[in-house]
């Protein structure tokens, strides 16, 4: 017998200012007769947070911008386990929404009377999630490089190694996830491959590249910490500033850099190519998840 695959789809809690509070959008489907949050199934390959800024867009014609990483909820659909990813997305643009037969409505409310109109718990428990989060004042993209060959197979100075082909394959594919927090700055370390990996994304974006030296790994001499702790500030400093950003640093910097900014311990290794979407509140750091 074959084995049951599971359903994976993706949404989040979209918000708008609404005078000293915020509403969140629900949308009405005709086909179940149910109030929920908006989301979709991933298409073949997608990115989970790509697939939600999508399906946010397809249902309910609102253009928005992730910020913080909403308990996934987990049930049962058509027979097969479903799992259903969730950020919190802030409203940034609108268009006119035209009822079809998938969404006939789209409502915008209160958070606590959005939790007594949805139809699902899970759907409340998330909204219960977002309701507990500080505000977001500031969004940031952090990535590590992509592929650039072995160290000991470049003759030349290793800080102009460039990316391989694997690398610029994963630059292209970090560009559509570096848009989708609309950075209006683009930041790398002086290593020729970190410049390279944000190009794709400065070509889509039309932004230029600023080359930060505080976001290098330690030159000979220097300590570890003292490089995390320049990037750390440098990070902070972009964020009071609270325009989105987005950056690219090296993997000698990237696990102190969050260390300092989080408190914690945790295992913030980050493979080439990975990265990290960060939410600010003030020069505090709110959220780090995974991209």
Known sequence: MAAVTGIRAAGGVVWRPAGAAVEVCLIHRPRYGDWSLP???LERGEHPLLAAVREIAEETDVRAVPQVRLPAAHYRSEGRPKVVDHWSMRAVAQGGFQPDTEVDDVRWLPVDDAARL????HDAEVLAAFAALPPVTATMVLVRHAHAGKRGTWTGPDHGRPLDP??????????????????????????RRCVQTLD????????????????????PGQQADECALAAAARLTELAVAGDPVAVCSQGKVIPGLLAHLTGRSDDFTTPKGGGWLLAFTGDRLLAADRL
């Open 118 to 121: 949805v139809s699902y718990p």
């Open 166 to 191: 694997e690398g610029w394959a994963q630059a292209r594919a970090l560009a559509d996830l570096v848009a989708v927090v609309r950075p209006v700055r683009l930041l790398a370390a002086s290593a």
């Open 200 to 219: 794709p994304a400065a070509a889509l974006l039309d932004l230029p590249i600023e080359v930060c030296g505080d976001l290098d790994e330690p030159r």
């Open 39 to 41: 989301k979709g199934k």
